[in-house]
């Protein structure tokens, strides 16, 4: 028998668990599906999540917003949606053991990070010898030696910003660099740039890259090789994305799809908690403005 909520929420990252808290404050019947994935589990402590000058871990601030969903009454289920279509009025999300019912269904399923080849990698974030947003922690580099890792054109802007932060920036391309006037601009820059590794090894504490049998070790590593938007449900419903597969949205987080909404790194915008839960207090009134009043 299907499950019927005013609102089913796909993600359970610091964007869904916001909308649920709204959702659950607007006296709506709301379900968070929570694959388990979420970028910010990643974290080791963030220092630029508003209200925690100390910093606060990733896997602890999901716990704070799940607990403050439940306390407003959004329900949680460890789950994995794997259909999203239409049945008359309401949506339907088909999940690895059971069927829901929405008026109204909130995507909040990230992106997944194109990672290096590193066996070690988890221990690597976890001590910061590997890092994955400069706009996040690029702060907490300061001075250090930085290796921005990808393919020159695409990682050049980023080796650029993490300039910011150091005078030591090294880019290290997954290929050779044939352009000449890129190469210009990165010397200018102050940022060099190295041969293509043939390897790349965690020791416990740096990261190494080996040129030519040579190994370099730099302090902190940012990949810069692309990342996923998972929109593959909305796609199968014929969702509009752009050419990187970001959902496009309107001002209200709303798909091109009549009760469809999206946020936080499915779409196209920047990848941020504080961006986030500011798509999902739009999204959440948003959603409950079109399901009509609910009056007390």
């Known amino acids: 028998m299907d499950l019927s909520v005013d609102c089913v929420i796909v993600g359970a990252g610091p964007g ?24 910010a589990g990643w974290i ?3 220092h630029n999540c508003p209200g925690f000058p100390s910093g606060i871990g ?9 607990r403050q969903a439940g ?18 009025d309401a949506f339907v999300l088909t999940t690895a053991h059971r069927r829901w019912r929405a008026r109204s269904v909130i995507l909040a399923t990230g992106c997944a990070d194109v990672l290096p080849d590193l066996p070690d990698i988890d221990a690597a974030v976890d001590c910061g010898a590997i890092r994955l947003c400069p706009i996040c922690d690029g702060y907490e580099a300061i001075d250090q030696d930085i290796a921005v890792h990808g393919e020159a054109a695409a990682a050049a802007p980023h080796a650029r910003f993490i300039r910011t932060f150091s005078r030591h920036v090294t880019l290290v391309p997954t290929e050779p660099v044939q352009d000449e ?14 041969a293509p590794s043939t390897q790349l090894r965690f020791d416990g504490r740096h990261c190494r890259f080996t040129f030519d049998g040579k190994e370099q070790a730099f302090d902190v590593v940012y990949p810069a090789l692309g990342a996923l938007p998972r929109s593959e449900l ?11 597969g970001g959902l496009i949205v309107s001002p209200h987080q709303m798909t091109s799809i009549d009760g469809l909404y999206a946020i936080g790194d499915v779409v196209s915008a920047l990848n941020q908690i504080s961006v986030a839960t ?16 609910n009056f007390a």
């Open 16 to 39: 869904g668990l916001t909308a649920a808290t709204y959702l659950g404050r607007y006296r709506r019947s709301t379900i968070v599906i929570d694959g388990g994935a979420s970028r």
């Open 71 to 88: 306390e407003f009454g959004a329900l949680h289920e460890i789950d994995h949606v794997v259909a999203l279509g239409r049945d008359d």
């Open 58 to 66: 990733g896997k602890e601030l999901l716990s704070r917003l799940r």
């Open 181 to 194: 006037h890129l190469l210009q601009s990165l010397e200018e820059a102050g940022i060099a740039v190295t």
């Open 278 to 293: 500011g798509h999902a207090a739009i999204a959440a009134t948003a959603v409950h403005r079109g399901l009509g009043e």
């Open 234 to 244: 909305a796609v199968q419903m014929g969702a509009d994305c752009d050419e990187e």
């Open 44 to 46: 080791p402590a963030s």
